[in-house]
Nanobody, 119 residues
């Protein structure tokens, strides 16, 4: 049972990145999937989740800039991040479960991928 993230990197302010999370070992199509992030010196922050139907919700600071989608056939979610800002700099993690699961503090999480946005 695992989640594997990819797609992070260094980008200038205003640029774009596409993060991917591939799941294995469980029935992906039956689970909400979230992205959370941890900026340097800060705690984990929930960013977005996508429910089984494909509908997504976002934290206010990324609305209209980030788009989360899922591909059940390939057990994958993709977070498209546009118009990136320096404050988006963080390590991004894929989480099995939605925002409410994240808030319990008990969940499966991947190793993460680093996103760095330069000003």
């Amino acid at each position: 049972v695992q989640l594997v993230e990819s797609g992070g990197g260094l980008v200038q302010s205003g640029g774009s990145l596409r993060l991917s999370c591939v799941a294995s070992g469980f029935s992906f199509r039956n689970w909400y999937i979230s992205w959370v992030r941890q900026a340097p010196g800060k705690g984990l922050e929930w960013v977005a989740d996508v429910e089984v139907s494909g509908a997504a919700e976002y934290i206010d600071s990324v609305k209209d800039r980030f788009t989360l989608s899922r591909d059940n056939a390939n057990s994958r979610v993709v977070l498209q991040m546009n118009n990136l800002r320096p404050e988006d700099t963080a390590r991004y993690y894929c989480v099995r479960g939605g925002r409410n699961t994240f808030l319990t503090g008990t969940y499966l999480r991947g190793q993460g991928t680093q996103v760095t946005v330069s000003s």
